[in-house]
Every structure is written in structure tokens, then in C-alpha cells.
């Protein structure tokens, strides 16, 4: 570990770039009150003679800081503080797995219950862990809490909940400071605060609550995509082989709807995807069956249009996961919760 009057810490040995490195030394040196707002900081050429660095990493330090609004050039004299990132107002890193519209309102849901006196930045990673790895190092030390939503790819677009390489950067955060959603991650330990699905018991209990009427169907007939952009948890389909398993009901998992499928009447869909759910409506309507008597349709994760349409649901409560995951911060909370899961029977079973 090298330290010099500059404040710099650079630790060859670590992992972390040394670029990121210097840019974590001066947040920490400006939370500490060592820098102030207005202060100069040593200049590029300084860092990169003083730490026998390239300037080309040191520039890259501080166009990183630049872009965080965390200090300003004026030319012809050098580089200053900008702004006190020790504010009152609490910074957090929100990083979710990929955009949708179920993720935006726990987002939403998050931002609203924090309120006026947090700033939350939104980063989407797309299920790639190389991704998020990039976005935890590069934003190491900047943020009071870091909210993550576990969900990665590997090379053949199946699901994965675990990452080693992202499980050792998260450990690398204060678990005062981290707080895990959607899916739970056990090697960080109780000590993380995590608010999750439990994907496998979730979707067996709900189809168990809506056992009676699943019963007079013949066949119930999952539609779980495979080789999709942004995978679904293999758990849903290990809950619905379960379910069907231990009530001895006839079952069949496809990859999805297609075009003018040959429906049989006494059938239900259970359906993830808002495209197969309208794919298989439309055929329903063409085909003249009766929804909920002929044809059964329970679809995965709840919308305000599937209410109006009357279409049953089995869906976690977004609202309350993003309120849960607020209050632990404003409470300053580190509690390991299940999220609220629901069967809810709107007729079309």
C-alpha cells in the first residue's frame, strides 16, 4: 500500500483497477472533510508521477469523477472539489437485472416510498454478471446502500442465481450498505438485507390454492420460454412439476404459444409471457371456447390490465417489495423477508 501526502491509496495488490482506486481515495477523502468543496486536487500529471501510473489512468480517474459532478476543471488552473458527497440527501445504487415493466414498479414503488431526501441512480445490467461486475467496481465507494437484483445468463440463455465472481464483489460491500431483491442469495449470510421470491414454493402454493378448480381440467400446460433474451428462473418450472407431481394431474411444459395451435378443450395455460397470454386469448376468442370453461388461463405476475380483462394470477406484490426494501434503509433495517406471493382467481380457471 502506497500513501503520500496527495491522499491517493493505490494497493497494487488489490483487484479493483487503479483507476477506480483513485477515484475511491478522493470520495472518501471529501466524505472524510479532508477535501472540501472548492479545494484543488493534485493535477493529472502529479498522480501519474507521484504513483508511477500512467496518465492515461489517472485521466480516466477523473473524467469518472468528472461525469459524478464530483469535481470540475478550470482551465488553465487545474481540478476542484465540486460538491460535498457526504450531503444529507442518501445516495443509492439501484441495479436491476433488466427493464421491465414488473421491475420499474418496484423501482418506483422504492423511489416513492424513500422520498424527497434520496437520490437513486438506475442502472440495467441485462442478466449479464461481466455487467454488473463493471457497474459495482466502477461505482465502488460512491453510494450509501446498493440495491442488486440477482438474475444471470450464462452463454446458453439458461437462468442463474449464482455467481461467484459477484457474490466476492458484493462481500466487498459494507452489508450495512447492501441490500439484495427478488431473489435470494445465501452465501451472503443473514447479516445482507434481502427481500425475496421464493419461485419454486411460490408458484406450487399458488396452483395448490387453486387446486379445486384445476382439477377438472385434463392437462395443465406450462408456457416457459427457453433461450429468451432475459431468462426465467428454472424454480418456476420445478414449483409446476411439483404441484402437478404430488395431485396426480396431467402436464406439459412448451416453449410457447404458436400460431393457430390446435386448442383442446379442458385445458389450462399457466403463461409468463404477455405475448403468449395474447397469442392464446386471440386463438381462445377465434375458436368461440369459453374462458374459464373450456380453456383455464392462470398467468404469471399481475397488471392493471389483466384485472380489467379478468384474467387469474399468481403474482408476488411488486408495490410492497420496493416499500420493504425502503423501509430498510430508512429504518436502517438488515432482515432476510419473503416477499408477498398471490393466488388470485379472477374467473378464468
Do not use: C, W
Given at each position: 500500500m502506497i500513501e503520500a501526502p496527495t491522499s491517493i491509496r493505490i494497493d497494487s495488490e488489490s483487484r479493483i483497477p487503479?483507476?477506480?482506486?483513485?477515484?475511491?481515495?478522493?470520495?472518501?477523502?471529501?466524505?472524510?472533510?479532508?477535501?472540501?468543496?472548492?479545494?484543488?486536487?493534485p493535477s493529472i500529471n502529479e498522480i501519474s508521477e507521484e504513483y508511477y501510473l500512467s496518465r492515461d489512468t489517472v485521466e480516466k480517474a477523473y473524467n469518472l469523477l468528472k461525469k459524478k459532478k464530483i469535481i470540475v476543471s478550470v482551465k488553465g488552473k487545474g481540478y476542484y472539489v465540486a460538491r460535498n458527497v457526504s450531503q444529507s440527501q442518501v445516495?443509492?445504487?439501484?441495479?436491476?437485472?433488466?427493464?421491465?415493466?414488473?421491475?420499474?414498479?418496484?423501482?418506483?414503488?422504492?423511489?416513492n416510498s424513500l422520498g424527497a431526501d434520496?437520490?437513486?441512480?438506475?442502472?440495467i445490467y441485462h442478466c449479464d454478471p461481466k455487467n454488473l461486475l463493471n457497474l459495482l467496481n466502477e461505482n465502488a465507494g460512491a453510494y450509501d446502500y446498493y440495491v442488486v437484483m440477482p438474475h444471470f445468463k450464462d452463454g446458453d440463455l439458461h437462468h442463474n442465481n449464482y455467481n461467484q465472481e459477484v457474490?466476492?464483489?458484493?462481500?466487498?460491500?459494507?452489508?450495512?450498505?447492501?441490500?439484495?431483491?427478488?431473489?435470494?442469495?445465501?452465501?451472503?449470510?443473514?447479516?445482507?438485507?434481502?427481500?425475496?421470491?421464493d419461485f419454486k414454493m411460490d408458484i406450487y402454493k399458488a396452483l395448490k390454492e387453486g387446486?379445486?378448480?384445476?382439477?377438472?381440467?385434463?392437462?395443465?400446460?406450462?408456457?416457459?420460454?427457453?433461450?429468451?433474451?432475459?431468462?426465467?428462473?428454472?424454480?418456476?418450472?420445478?414449483?409446476?412439476?411439483k404441484f402437478c407431481?404430488?395431485?396426480?394431474?396431467?402436464?406439459?411444459?412448451?416453449?410457447?404459444?404458436?400460431?393457430?395451435?390446435?386448442?383442446?378443450?379442458?385445458?389450462?395455460?399457466?403463461?409468463i409471457e404477455e405475448n403468449d397470454l395474447v397469442n392464446l386469448m386471440r386463438q381462445i376468442r377465434d375458436e368461440e371456447y369459453l374462458l374459464g370453461e373450456d380453456v383455464?388461463?392462470?398467468?404469471?405476475?399481475?397488471?392493471?390490465?389483466?384485472?380489467?380483462?379478468?384474467?387469474?394470477?399468481?403474482?408476488?406484490?411488486?408495490?410492497v417489495m420496493g416499500e420493504t426494501a425502503a423501509y430498510m434503509i430508512k429504518k436502517?433495517?438488515?432482515?432476510?423477508?419473503?416477499?408477498?406471493?398471490?393466488?388470485?382467481?379472477?374467473?378464468s380457471i
Open positions: 487503479k483507476y477506480q482506486q483513485i477515484v475511491n481515495s478522493i470520495i472518501e477523502d471529501i466524505e472524510k472533510g479532508s477535501l472540501s468543496v472548492g479545494e484543488k486536487i445516495k443509492v445504487l439501484f441495479l436491476l437485472n433488466k427493464l421491465s415493466n414488473y421491475k420499474l414498479r418496484i423501482y418506483n414503488s422504492f423511489v434520496a437520490q437513486v441512480d438506475l442502472h457474490i466476492d464483489a458484493l462481500r466487498k460491500i459494507s452489508p450495512d450498505k447492501l441490500i439484495v431483491m427478488d431473489n435470494y442469495m445465501p452465501d451472503l449470510g443473514d447479516e445482507v438485507a434481502s427481500i425475496y421470491q387446486q379445486a378448480r384445476l382439477q377438472k381440467y385434463d392437462t395443465l400446460i406450462l408456457v416457459y420460454p427457453d433461450n429468451v433474451i432475459y431468462p426465467y428462473p428454472k424454480e418456476i418450472k420445478q414449483g409446476f412439476k407431481v404430488e395431485f396426480g394431474l396431467e402436464f406439459e411444459i412448451i416453449n410457447t404459444i404458436y400460431p393457430e395451435m390446435e386448442l383442446s378443450p379442458n385445458d389450462a395455460y399457466i403463461l383455464g388461463v392462470i398467468s404469471y405476475n399481475d397488471t392493471p390490465l389483466k384485472e380489467l380483462l379478468g384474467i387469474t394470477v399468481m403474482s408476488t406484490d411488486f408495490k436502517r433495517k438488515k432482515e432476510v423477508v419473503k416477499n408477498v406471493f398471490n393466488f388470485i382467481d379472477r374467473g
